[in-house]
C-alpha cells in the first residue's frame, strides 16, 4: 500500500494561551508537565499580543486562556482586550480563584465572551481535598459572579475513582447553580493523572452507572442543562484522534512560549518544538517538524499501517503511545488492535481489582501538583 501525503494543513482554528503554570491548586490529575516547576520563563504581555495577531492572520477563530490559573496574571485584562479587538471569540479556563466581582466586570468591561469553571466534586470534602485547598465556598460565590455578568454558565467536572459514585450529587450541583453546560470529563492519563493512574481509574461498573445515572439526569432536564460525558479512553477498547488530528486545528502555546499541537506533546522524544519567541505562528504551524512529523497516515506502523480505521482515528494519542509503549509512532495502546493493548487491559484490571479486594491491592499514596513535589519528580528523573 502506498502511503498519502498528508493534505496541506488548514488554519488552527483555536489557539490554546497557556498563560502560566503558576496555580493556587494542586490537583492530582493536571495535565501541566510534570517538570512546570522548572518552567518559569513566561511570555511578556507584548510577546502575547504578538502571538494573538499572528494567530488571527493564520486563521484562527477561537482563544482559549489556560494554565495553571490564568487569573494570577495580573495582565489577563488587556489579553482579553486585543483578543476581542482582533476578533477571537475568548473563553476563559479557571478554578475561579482570584476572580473578584470587580475582576469580573473588568473581564466583560474587555471582552470576555465565555467562562468555564471547574469543580473537582459536589462536596466541600472532597474538592478541597481533590485541589489540596479550601477551594470549594469560593468556586460556588464564582458561579453566581459568572451568572451576574450574562456569560454562559459552564461548569467542568474531571471525573476519576474518588467522585464518579457522586455523578448524581455532581449533576444536581449543577443544576441548582444554573449550568447551561456541564462537562463530565473522564480523567485522560498523562502527567500527574498518569502519575495518579493506580489511584484514578474507575472500574468499568463505575462507569455503567454513572452513565446511567447521566442520561437519567439528561431527560430530567429536557435540554434546560447540556450534560456532556466525556468518554474514557481505557475501557473503550476504540481510540479518539490525537487533539482532532495532530496539528489540525489546534495550536497550543505554552507559558514560555513553546508551541505545541497538543498541551502534553513536549514529552514526546526526538521531537523539536519552536518557540514563538524565534518562530512565527505560521513558520511553526506549516514548517516545522515538529507540527508535521505525526500530520496524515505516513507515519504509521502497523497494525495502524493498514488498518480501515486509519483516516477515522488517524491511530490514536502520540503521547498515550509513548507513556504505555515507549514509542510515539506505535499504536495507542487503547486499541484493541494494538500490539501492546495488554498493558490498558491490565490497568484496567487493578483498578477492578482495588474496588474488589482494597486490602489485596497495594495503593501508592497520591501526588499532589505542587513546585515541591515538580521538582522532586524532575531531579529523579535526571
Known amino acids: 500500500m502506498t502511503d498519502r501525503a498528508p493534505a496541506p494543513p488548514g488554519p488552527p ?3 490554546l494561551a497557556e498563560v502560566t503554570y503558576r496555580c493556587p491548586l494542586h490537583c492530582v490529575f493536571c495535565f ?57 471569540y475568548t473563553n476563559l479556563l479557571t478554578s475561579g480563584v482570584g476572580l473578584s466581582a470587580e475582576r469580573a466586570a473588568a473581564l466583560k468591561a474587555a471582552g470576555l465572551d465565555h467562562v468555564q469553571l471547574s469543580f473537582q466534586d459536589s462536596t466541600r470534602e472532597m474538592n478541597d481535598f481533590l485541589s489540596h485547598t479550601r477551594t470549594f ?6 458561579a453566581r459572579l459568572i451568572k ?18 457522586h455523578i448524581d450529587r455532581i449533576i444536581g450541583m449543577a443544576a441548582d447553580l444554573g449550568a447551561e453546560y456541564l462537562e463530565l470529563a473522564n480523567t485522560q492519563y498523562y502527567s500527574w493523572a498518569f502519575l495518579n493512574r493506580d ?55 505554552t507559558p514560555d512560549g513553546t508551541a505545541l499541537p497538543c498541551h502534553t506533546a513536549r514529552m514526546l522524544p526526538g521531537l523539536a ?12 504551524w506549516f514548517d516545522s517538524e515538529g507540527f508535521n512529523r ?24 502520540r503521547c498515550q503511545a509513548y507513556l504505555l509503549a515507549q514509542d510515539p509512532a506505535m499504536a495507542d495502546p487503547v486499541c484493541s488492535k494494538s500490539p501492546h493493548h495488554a498493558l490498558v487491559e491490565d490497568a484496567v484490571a487493578r483498578a477492578d481489582a482495588t474496588v474488589a479486594r482494597p486490602r489485596e491491592v497495594t495503593e501508592h ?17 535526571r
Request: glycine share 8%; net charge neutral.
Open 137 to 142: 465556598e469560593l468556586k460556588s460565590r464564582v
Open 32 to 88: 501541566n508537565p510534570l517538570d512546570f516547576a522548572s518552567r518559569q520563563d513566561e511570555l511578556t504581555t507584548d510577546d502575547w499580543m504578538r502571538v494573538l495577531r499572528q494567530g488571527r492572520e493564520l486563521g484562527a477563530v477561537q482563544l482559549g486562556l489556560s494554565g495553571g490559573e490564568p487569573l494570577v496574571r495580573d495582565d489577563l485584562e488587556e489579553i482579553v482586550a486585543e483578543a476581542h479587538r482582533l476578533g477571537y
Open 13 to 15: 482554528l483555536w489557539l
Open 365 to 381: 499514596p497520591l501526588v499532589f501538583r505542587d513546585p515541591a513535589n515538580s521538582r522532586r519528580l524532575t531531579a529523579t528523573t
Open 294 to 317: 505525526y500530520r496524515g497516515t505516513g507515519w504509521m506502523k502497523e497494525p495502524c499501517s493498514s488498518c480501515d480505521m486509519r483516516e477515522v482515528d488517524l491511530g490514536g494519542c
Open 273 to 284: 518544538f519552536p518557540n514563538v519567541r524565534e518562530t512565527s505562528l505560521r513558520e511553526i
Open 148 to 165: 451576574a455578568q450574562g456569560w454562559p454558565m459552564v461548569l467542568n467536572v474531571v471525573i476519576h475513582r474518588m467522585n464518579i459514585d
Open 199 to 253: 489511584q484514578l481509574l474507575p472500574t468499568r461498573e463505575q462507569l455503567q452507572r454513572a452513565e446511567a445515572v447521566t442520561d437519567a439526569w439528561r431527560a430530567r432536564m429536557d435540554g434546560r442543562m447540556r450534560i456532556f460525558f466525556v468518554a474514557p479512553d481505557y475501557h473503550e477498547g476504540k481510540v479518539k484522534k490525537c487533539v482532532n488530528g495532530w496539528g489540525s486545528t489546534l495550536l497550543t502555546v
